[in-house]
DNA sequence: GTATTTTTGAAAACGATTTTCATTGTTGGA
DNA sequence: TCCAACAATGAAAATCGTTTTCAAAAATAC
């Protein structure tokens, strides 16, 4: 249930090895509220760790959400952004153009209706995407 | 109202150029009724017309978008695929992980609860991307 | 027609990401 | 505890999709 413990599981089942710098990483990443890019993350990290390499990031973010304790995310920057997935509900975001805040949103109706589109078209989902875009209160001058 | 005329007056309105290739591309484009990759949309054109260059094609399909007959799109494989847009409803999309196809539906009552969303966030929508991902009936084995 | 300006195609540049490779670190036994 | 085996690291090079550069060619304006 912990998410670290989650991770190091992850690798002893996958005969990977438990490092110094994965677990750096790993705390980071936890403890990131917002939706950074990757490069993003990496000058972060790299502040309290000057040493880290940046192919080493790329590849343990790959490795979290190949564990699924993250979620690749692209909105449209051509840059990933990798995002902490709760055991909670799936969520869906709302994204302004003006700022670039990310806000999180879950709505079980859509969710529904979405199921029951794919079911109509005989689709089985196993996953979905939903951005919104357009200006958040602030920028669109409200 | 036709397609192909709102681009030659979107050209004349820029001051830019009605070419033997923009032509080509842009009827290769309206007769297209998949959504294939740049990449793919490129090969497709080569076979007719081997002496266009890529270049022009990436060009002359971010023309299109910036026209309006056309939108980018991008379905987490690192490419960008352009659709004709139509002047019917916007429409989102069914991926099948199994064997790429890519199925198109459109659900009223999605979009008002997305409109509503936005409205209890503070947000202006200016457009959204739905995408939901799973097997078609035939890769799911029914 | 001719001048002006845009477009073209090939190749180079680009930015994000991945891979390579020599070195270093980790781990599960002797 | 030490060692052998193997995975991970960081820096640099490679890769992939896309964009830009640049000299030559084509299209429009005059």
């Known amino acids: 249930m912990p998410r670290k413990q989650l991770f190091r599981e992850f690798l002893t089942r996958k005969g990977l090895k438990s490092t110094r710098q994965r677990e750096i990483i790993l705390d980071e ?3 990131c509220a917002t939706h950074p890019s990757t490069e993003e993350f990496y000058l972060g990290l790299r502040e309290k760790n000057p040493r880290i390499g940046y192919a080493t990031v790329y590849r343990t973010l790959k490795l979290f959400a ?6 690749a995310r ?5 840059q990933t952004r990798y995002e902490s997935t709760t055991t909670e509900e799936h969520h ?5 153009r003006g700022c670039g805040a990310i806000l999180e949103f879950e709505d079980d109706r859509i969710e529904r209706l979405q199921s029951e589109v794919a ?9 979905h ?9 602030n920028c669109a001058g409200n």
Do not use: M, Q, S
Request: charged share 25%; glycine share 16%.
């Open 129 to 137: 995407r939903l951005e919104l875009y357009g200006l958040c209160g």
């Open 29 to 31: 990443f936890l403890h």
């Open 74 to 78: 692209n909105f449209g920057d051509g």
């Open 119 to 127: 079911r109509k078209h005989g689709f089985v989902i196993e996953k």
């Open 92 to 96: 869906d975001h709302l994204i302004c």
């Open 66 to 71: 190949e564990c699924g304790i993250a979620a």
